[in-house]
């Protein structure tokens, strides 16, 4: 029985989430998200700080005696769902995991603490794009100085400090003030990347990358999931809302039955993703099973968020394609996840090694 | 309120009176109903405890483990999934004396007398006629669709008594005795080359008022019990990984390097995925079932069931090339029991092809998603407020 996932909520993860959402509706609403994002500063640090710093939850894959809150992926996830459901443009995913995660593999205590408590923002120095197990781009490294460029790094505008993997195949840790971050437009203006040039920044070693880097990119696209689940079951909710208020032709609209089975396929979708996701948390804070329940979680999740911001921008017909409306920024939030820690192929490509379905030969 | 530990202690004392070696089969099921130990959650004297229903995995494990009988439940799934909590809730304390013990031991299977050529998603609008003649009513008409008639003792059965109302108001629930000689079950041959369903011609059948299930009108009511019972049977199922229709394609697929083509491969992996996140959901379903926190996810389970199965047994038969463009057996034949997963990939191609029909469309199940669990409008209606008999057909 131990080897059986458990893919339900707690009641402390439903307090949690009750917790989170009652700060996301009151300082997160869609309108001021919308407004945000073409301001100078898109991430919300004020709603940052209440989350982190406030309710503590930038360390909750953090153990109790390292400064952190001691939970697990499960509670992490649960949190993602909430910020997903809101586009929340706070660093949550890239620093209290990714970062994190990197951070614990290498043992580093005092910036594990000082990402734990909410203080300090941390964003691992690779492009947001890469799978769990795809080669990356490295800096150069010099008497401990580090030289190049890395693109394509998400929330690395509000990091204060960079996690960078180098050509001695070192990890270095490396203040924001040291280096030169350039946003760059993204696709996704919650969350939205940048390049970090390096012209002899100091570093400090502190690991090595590689297993820093698979492993929180592992957390990273098995949590990516939950994320994804928040956003789809936003978008259906709003949608169905929508669907029965706006009438055309004297009736409804979501009356009409080509529309109510789009709908309901879609539900069925989330009720899928629903158990994928958990199952992946679930996997992660147990380390069982890990590998394959990421994968499974991410080749499903992706084509499904998409595929749910895709039906709600056209079942809300014209307002659908306003910039006023918020549903864009969650096809352009689903749109962006869908590449953001290897793309459901990538994920599929994996899982043909790990579950023995390999590909035919080459002749 | 019984717990696991004493489930266990009445377990072990069943199969210390009545070792299962030494115990003919039916005698121990016999004895297991009467201990209680059949399905725990019904009553007492019914073949249960009144126990909660997550309690039964103890006792199922137990005797498992010491090898005795099980009632062979595939043999009788109407009967034990549809029929039984059925006449559990509106059956009289006769009637639930007199069926559910032979029912369960399997001595006696049912049949289910519902769907009509002419009323299929449209159940309520039914033809078949019954009228009232002193304590008795005597049944005409036509069934169809109906699995294992030809092996069954007993039926439930759906007619109509007052053609003057509404379709769903005029609509009575009975007990059927399929030896009755106006009963005539005729063999309907499937896609499949096999006949596991029938049809059936009702002929002045007579049918004591005794055996009636509800109150006369209150049919539609009654058969609900049965169709929702039905449809948490198709998803309740407990599976390993690529313990469905995945399992063959990828041990056909490991087998067989041959057979390979980057098409096929992006395509399996894609089904892969999908068939393990559809068996993590009923997981979770199942989970939430025994925490006592049914959702609503059960009402899609068989929608995504149906689509998985069709997909992937046509990518089997694709796959297999040459060989896909063979079939196993078109011998007209009467399966026992449906196995979806049986024969080969052809038959299973053709045989997946009921799964989005039985137990109700696809499209009528993304119709009762739509407006049960999201709430959407229903279509409107022209047939609420006719008499039967006036509607069109």
């Known amino acids: ?363 | 309120m019984t717990d696991a530990a004493e489930l266990l202690s009445r377990t072990r004392e069943l199969l210390a009176a009545h070792p299962p070696a030494a115990t003919d089969r039916l005698d121990f099921l016999k004895a297991r109903f009467d201990a209680g130990l059949a399905w725990v959650h019904y009553p007492e004297g019914l073949g249960g405890l009144g126990a909660p229903r997550s309690l039964q995995v103890v006792v199922d494990a137990e005797l498992e483990a010491a090898g005795a009988p099980d009632n062979d439940s595939r043999r009788n799934g109407i009967g034990l999934g549809m029929a039984a909590p059925t006449i559990l809730k509106y059956g009289t304390e006769e009637q639930k004396q007199r069926y559910l013990r032979p029912l369960w031991i399997g001595e006696e299977v049912w049949c289910q007398l519902f769907s009509e050529p002419g009323a299929g998603s449209d159940l309520a609008a039914l033809g078949t006629r019954a009228v009232r003649d002193g304590d008795e009513w005597v049944v005409s008409g036509q069934k169809v669709w109906t699995s294992g008639a030809h092996n069954a003792r007993w039926a439930i059965l759906i007619a109509r008594t007052d053609p003057n109302v509404p379709k769903h108001a005029g609509i009575t629930y009975f007990i059927c005795d399929m030896t009755d000689p106006g009963v005539d079950v005729r063999p309907l041959r499937q896609i499949t080359g096999e006949a596991e369903f029938n049809e059936v011609f009702l002929t002045d059948v007579r049918i004591p008022d005794s055996r009636r299930l509800g109150e006369i009108g209150d049919g539609w009511r009654v058969a609900q019990t049965t169709l929702n019972n039905e449809r948490v049977a198709i998803g309740g199922m407990r599976l390993p990984r690529e313990g469905g229709m995945i399992g063959p394609v990828a041990k056909t697929w490991r087998e067989r390097p041959g057979l390979r083509t980057h098409d096929l491969h992006q395509r399996l992996l894609k089904l892969w995925v999908e068939s393990e996140v559809g068996r993590l959901t009923a997981e979770r379903l199942r989970q939430q079932l025994v925490a006592g926190q049914p959702g609503p996810e059960g009402a899609g389970m068989k929608l995504a069931f149906a689509r998985l199965n069709q997909e992937i047994s046509g990518l089997e038969v694709e796959l297999r090339g040459a060989e896909g463009l063979l079939y196993d057996d078109w011998t007209m034949r009467r399966p026992e029991l449906v196995d979806f997963t049986g024969r080969d990939a052809g038959y299973r191609y053709l045989r997946a092809k009921g799964n989005s029909i039985e137990g109700g469309t696809s499209e009528v199940l993304l119709n009762i998603v739509a407006e049960r669990v999201l709430g959407l409008p229903a279509e409107p209606r022209t047939d609420k407020d006719v008499a039967w008999k006036d509607l069109a057909r």
């Not at chain 1, 952190?68 to 992490?76: F, I, V």
């Not at chain 1, 660093?91 to 043992?107: D, F, I, K, N, Q």
């Open chain 1, 1 to 363: 029985m131990s080897t059986q996932p458990d893919l339900l909520y707690s009641e402390e993860e439903e307090a949690l989430r009750a917790a989170v959402r009652d700060l996301l509706t009151d300082h997160c609403d869609p309108s001021g998200v919308v407004a945000r994002v073409e301001s100078d500063a898109p991430h919300d640090l004020a709603l940052w700080k209440a989350l982190a710093e406030s309710m503590g939850l930038a360390g909750l894959l953090v153990p109790e005696d390292k400064g952190g809150q001691g939970a697990t992926h499960r509670e992490a996830a649960v949190v993602l769902e909430e910020l997903g459901r809101a586009v929340a443009p706070v660093p949550y995913l890239t620093s209290a995991v990714v970062a994190t995660e990197a951070l614990l593999a290498c043992g580093d205590q005092e910036l594990i603490a000082r990402l734990a408590s909410g203080r300090s923002i941390g964003a691992l120095a690779v492009g947001l794009h890469l799978a769990p197990g795809a080669a990356f781009p490295v800096v150069g490294c010099e008497n401990g100085t580090l030289h190049g460029e890395l693109t394509g790094i998400a929330d690395a505008a509000v990091a204060d400090v960079l996690l960078v993997p180098a050509g001695d195949g070192g990890l270095y840790a490396v203040d924001a003030d040291a280096v030169t971050v350039t946003g760059q437009v993204s696709l996704d203006l919650t969350r939205p990347v940048a390049t970090v040039r390096f012209d002899g920044a100091a570093g400090r070693r502190i690991g090595d990358a590689e297993p820093a880097v698979r492993r929180a990119l592992r957390a990273a696209a098995g949590l990516l999931a939950s994320e994804q689940l928040g956003l789809a079951d936003w978008t259906l909710t709003e949608t169905v809302r929508y669907l029965k208020e706006r009438k055309q032709f004297n009736r409804p609209v979501g009356g009409f039955q080509a529309l109510k089975h789009r709908l309901a396929q879609l539900w069925l979708e989330v009720v899928n993703l629903r158990a994928a996701a958990r199952n992946a948390a679930d996997a992660l804070a147990r380390d069982e099973d890990a590998d394959v329940a990421v994968a499974v979680a991410q080749a499903y999740a992706a084509p499904v968020a998409v595929h749910a911001a895709e039906e709600a921008l056209q079942l809300h017909g014209g307002i659908g394609m306003t910039w006023e409306h918020p549903v864009h920024l969650y096809l352009k939030r689903a749109k962006a996840d869908s590449i953001a820690y290897g793309t459901a192929g990538a994920h599929r490509e994996a899982l043909a090694h790990l579950v023995d379905l390999e590909a035919p030969q080459a002749p």
